[in-house]
């Protein structure tokens, strides 16, 4: 019976929304109208009547990539494979998870990682104050949160949302989230944070110094905010992240009282209508005391490099759904991005800006979506920088 009230519920809501959404939009609204329903149906009429509520979902991806530079070894991945869990305790106290595996890993010499993606608990007073604690991802940019393969154009994430802003972010904190008004979503809240000693890869900006909750150094923590609004068929939003990085040299004794502190911010906007697909994102921040990470590094790491000082990126990307029949939904797509990565160098050291890090990508391909949640995608992208990164893509994608 509950199955069926919900189905009745879903087709009477589902042609309001069809002039102005596209296949993306339709999963996302289904998706939060379903979590809802379920909500709604698994209250009991008696407390003695109550039965757990636990969903199992899920995500992954296999990529293969075709590099054009014949030094370059082409390959074939089994990117991620993520199971998901959540559980609702009653009509207002819920737990969520996600556990990842990622490249296929099944040995401790395997490249790749099993790692806890989210693991929080969430309490709902009302849509406008919900109050979550554990580990969970941080509200920047638009692919930190919706990162499933069929939510996104193109075989690989983008390169903004990957080396601008870390994706998958995650922290361990609380924070305090809410609709106002229907329509404008907020988050803040308090979090662990990077640590700067253990900083290893310029390319990626600060992302190798993510913590990702695993017995994380928290002598320094960190704050958020973001604030998005969503009407059918468009997107607006931003967010704020900021703490210190220097943790008091717990990885690195030489940033002791170091502040290292971290700025990133994002604006973001998405419209779809008519049959388009519009997205673009601009993203920025800072790191402070880069001469002196610049000195820990020189005295530890084993092949020093220049500390990143600032970061910023943006991309535009448009696509049309050409084709669009029962489950088959056919897009090509076009991205164009940027992203900077300005290090802070130290010629008497040998510490040089990497000219790889400043660098244009384009990517233009298709998503054919045979099911709203499972996609074939191809693409091919140029790199004005680093040229020998050109390549030929080809993935699957799946989410439940």
Known sequence: MKRAVAVAILAALAPLGAFAQTTEQKIDDLQKELDRLKRELSRPAAPAAQAPDTTLFGYGEFNYNRYDDPERTSRADLRRFVIGLAHSFNERLSFMSELELEHAVVSQDDQGEIEVEQAYVNYQKSEVVNVKGGLFLIPLGILNETHEPPTYYGVERNEVETRIIPTTWRELGAGVHGLLHGELRYDVGITTGFDAGKLDDPA?????????????????????????????????????????????????????????????????????????????????????????????????????????????????????????????????????????????????????????????????????????????????????????????????????
């Open 204 to 400: 990626f900006g600060v992302a190798t110094a993510h913590q990702e909750g695993q017995v994380a150094n928290a002598h320094d923590l960190s704050v958020y905010g973001a604030l998005n609004y969503t009407r059918p068929g468009l997107l607006v939003g931003g967010g704020l992240y900021t703490g210190n990085t220097g943790q008091n040299g717990q990885t690195n004794p030489l940033l002791r009282g170091v502040a290292a502190r971290l700025t990133l911010w994002d604006m973001h906007a998405r419209y779809s209508a008519h049959g388009f697909d519009l997205q673009a994102l601009y993203a920025a921040g800072t790191l402070g005391d880069a001469d002196r990470i610049n000195a820990a590094i020189l005295a530890d790491a084993p092949a020093p490099f220049a500390a990143p000082k600032s970061l910023r990126g943006w991309y535009v990307q448009a696509a049309y759904h050409l084709y669009s029949e029962n489950n088959l939904d056919l897009a090509p797509f076009a991205r164009v991005e940027r992203f900077d990565i300005r290090q802070q160098e130290d010629p008497a050291n040998g510490l040089f800006q990497d000219p790889k890090n400043l660098e244009r990508v384009v990517t233009a391909g298709f998503n054919l979506n045979v099911d709203p949640q499972v996609v074939i995608k191809s693409d091919v992208q140029r790199y004005r920088a680093d040229p020998s990164r050109n390549r030929f893509d080809v993935g699957l994608g799946y989410m439940f």
